[in-house]
């Protein structure tokens, strides 16, 4: 894998991991241990998500996190909670990803994914926050719905091709900045309605 498709896969799973970092090991693991996905073999750091173990208690915060994001409030308080577990997941999935050989490479990797992470985790949970205030339930389902759908769909995707991960990193990071662009506008207005 060239050093294009390394940082596309770390960059991906990252930032996937600030939308759903359970379902991201739960599914990297599932991939790993059933031969779904064949990982590079200098991803060996990787092969720890791939233990029944932790495919069973990333499958349980997979489980939590699905009912925890389709109730309303409940899914806000739930992203409150993993405001520093989440950054963190995307951070050591990122490190886990890069060539351990290189410790300049780990330090990037780490800063880079943390970031990212946390990215994308301020606007699902910004996001989900304006979601709360409509007064019915069908839009935070959706939402919910959609976001497990498509985090599994573009893990899969990531881990297919370098060159898709790269596709899906640089599609996230949009969604999110986005995201976040329109979630300022929306905030300035209402402070100026006020």
């Not at 780490?110 to 926050?129: E, F, W, Y």
């Amino acid at each position: 894998m060239t050093a294009a498709g390394i940082l596309g896969l770390a960059a991906s799973v990252s930032l996937l991991s600030g939308w759903r970092l359970y379902v991201c090991v739960f599914v990297t693991g599932l991939a790993m241990h059933f031969g779904w996905v064949a990982m590079p073999a200098h991803l060996h750091a990787l092969d720890i998500l791939a233990n029944p173990w932790v495919i069973a208690v990333a499958g349980v915060g997979a489980l939590a996190e699905f009912f925890a994001d389709k109730v309303m409030w409940v899914d806000s308080v739930w992203d409150s909670i993993h405001t520093l577990i989440r950054p963190v997941g995307g951070a050591l999935l990122a490190l886990a990803i890069v060539d351990p050989a290189d410790p300049k490479w780990q330090v990037i990797a780490l800063l880079l994914g943390g970031g990212a992470a946390l990215l994308t985790h301020g606007a699902k949970a910004g996001t989900r926050a304006i979601a709360n205030v409509s007064p019915e339930p069908a839009s935070n389902i959706a939402l919910s719905t959609g976001g497990d759908i498509v985090t599994t769909g573009l893990l899969l995707t990531a881990f297919a091709s370098p060159w898709l991960a790269v596709a899906v990193a640089i599609l996230v990071l949009a969604v999110a900045v986005a995201a976040l662009v329109l979630l300022r506008r929306l905030y300035r207005r209402l402070r100026a309605r006020s």
